[in-house]
């Protein structure tokens, strides 16, 4: 509550003293998120009814959602970790020291990883390709005894964060304008995603250690459900370029699911 009269809409009504400098820096990051697309100039093209009304009528927006959510209820196990560690036979003091080095690797791996996906401009593999390791994570971590290997399928695990973070960029790629339905669609997909961790937290009973056969196999399907999810917008954002793409050929607005959008524009998929 007492941070809410300090929140600006945008950089340039911010009361927080920024210089001209730091002000310019935030309006080129806005600006570079939404494909180059000032803020400022959308801003009042939807009420805030019309903007909930465009974020809950949008298939896009519950796609994200649910991939998301399963994403989270996957990724569970890292409130379980040191249970996880334990399992490999060390104190409990061994079983906390070694909790660190998987999610220090995983730090590296996320801003590699959500670089390179700025960089090239592609999300949906930059999903997928850290999913995928880290069903490999789970299933070495299912099927095996050797401690090394089992150390090693928690750090597989562990950079699957690294989707994580790309999905949550990809929500404002897939929602550049206006810039309210835009913060509406990022909340609406961020809070419906914490359902994820509620039921996260029941797919590791101790009952079922210490090998956690079943808590895996859930973890393998929530990815996979994930994957088809990240697969199926990608593939949906792909045809929607490809309507942008006979707009332009054809001299005509660029309008995709309602929005007009400035020519050139495209998806990030």
Not at 61 to 90: E, H, W
Request: proline letters at 4%; charged letters at 15%; aromatic letters at 12%.
């Amino acid at each position: 509550m007492i941070a809410i009269p300090l929140l600006p809409d945008f950089p340039e009504n911010s009361k927080l003293g920024f210089n001209d400098a730091e002000r310019s820096l935030a309006q080129l990051r806005m600006k570079e998120d939404a494909h180059g697309m000032s803020d400022i100039a959308g801003a009042d093209a939807m009420t805030t009814g019309q903007s909930l009304k465009a974020v809950f009528t949008d298939y896009k927006v519950y796609m994200m959602a649910l991939s998301l959510t399963a994403m989270v209820i996957s990724l569970s196990f890292n409130q379980f970790f040191p249970t996880l560690t334990r399992t490999l036979g060390y104190s409990n003091t061994v079983s906390l020291l070694l909790c660190a080095p998987p999610f220090g690797f995983a730090t590296i791996m996320a801003f590699l990883v959500a670089r390179h996906s700025d960089k090239v401009q592609e999300r949906a593999f930059h999903i997928v390709v850290p999913l995928c390791f880290g069903l490999v994570g789970f299933i070495i971590a299912m099927s095996t005894e050797v401690l090394a290997a089992r150390y090693v399928s928690l750090f597989l695990m562990s950079q699957s964060y690294s989707a994580f973070v790309v999905l949550y960029a990809w929500i404002s790629n897939t929602f550049p304008r206006p810039a309210m339905k835009r913060g509406i669609a990022i909340a609406f997909i961020n809070a419906f995603s914490q359902l994820g961790n509620v039921a996260g937290a029941y797919i590791f009973p101790s009952a079922w250690g210490p090998t956690y056969r079943k808590s895996y196999a859930i973890c393998i399907a929530c990815f996979v459900f994930c994957i088809a999810g990240v697969l199926a917008h990608r593939w949906n954002l792909a045809r929607l370029n490809r309507k942008l793409d006979a707009q332009d050929d054809a001299g005509e607005q660029n309008v995709a699911e309602g929005v007009e959008l400035p020519r050139g524009f495209r998806y990030v998929i």
